[in-house]
């Protein structure tokens, strides 16, 4: 096996590992970075005494959230991109000592879907974040201060009722998140992002599945016949 092929070989392996442990880990990833934008952190009660009310915070959380949440991920697909580009540059490299071999014609064709998968999905990912972050934060920016004062109001009057009358004041949180999706539509904007994001997630599955398994099978097949010859 020449040095190039090698090189891919000892990299793939990293490089689907590591897919695997990040695809594991998203999820919660995630889930910690938006649960902190409303936790007790110092950050966030300094903000709450600096005279901001409720909903204008919770509104603001929500839009940082969001923003961080696309730019962790569009990082982390970058990162993951630069992986397929410099696996194809070194098989043309090794093309041009051995030419092409089934197992290497597998591997190309394996990683350029995958690029395509990712490029994709980050492009289609980015315009649509963008565009969704922009309509929030206009909605919010634009929203009558009369209205987000008030249902700080109404916010504050369900806290402080919490726990005389729970029940009520889970349905005054419903009423208040409703008339809040009614003046901004910060809740639809969101489910509708969430619904295309995972159309996207779904076309990308597809296509990183198919290019791993054209990978693997190339692998596995080297690898089957690197162990093969001292025998022959």
């Keep these: 096996m020449i040095r ?21 880990f998203e999820r919660e990833i995630i889930w910690n970075m938006v649960s902190g934008h ?3 952190s110092v950050s966030n009660i300094i ?16 839009v940082a959230a969001l923003k961080s949440t696309v730019i962790l991920i569009i990082i ?6 630069a992986v397929p580009v410099f696996i ?21 064709s394996g ?3 995958l690029l395509i998968s990712l490029i994709s999905f980050l492009l289609l990912f980015s315009v649509q974040s963008l565009h969704t972050y922009q309509n929030i934060h206009e909605n919010v920016v634009t929203a009558k201060k009369i209205v987000l004062s008030h249902n700080s109001q109404e916010v504050e009057e369900a806290v402080a009722t919490i726990l005389d009358d729970p029940q009520k004041s889970i349905q005054k949180f ?9 003046h901004t539509g910060i809740f639809t904007l969101l489910s509708e992002w969430f619904d295309k994001v995972k159309n996207y997630e779904n076309l990308l599955i ?8 054209l990978i693997l099978s190339a692998h596995i097949t080297e690898l089957y016949r690197l162990w093969k010859k001292p025998q022959n």
């Design 206 to 213: 597809i296509g990183t599945v198919i290019s791993f398994l």
């Design 38 to 40: 409303f936790d007790f």
């Design 88 to 108: 194809i540059v070194i098989m043309f490299r090794a093309k041009k000592k051995e030419g092409w071999t089934k197992s290497s014609i597998a591997i190309t």
């Design 4 to 24: 190039e092929r090698k090189i891919v070989l000892i990299t793939s392996i990293f490089f689907i590992a590591i897919v695997f442990l990040v695809l594991l």
């Design 76 to 81: 982390e697909l970058l990162f993951i991109i």
């Design 47 to 62: 903000n709450l005494l600096a005279g901001k009310d409720l909903v204008t915070f919770f509104l603001h959380q929500i």
């Design 174 to 182: 419903k009423e208040i998140s409703s008339k809040l999706d009614e």
């Design 111 to 113: 990683y350029s879907l």
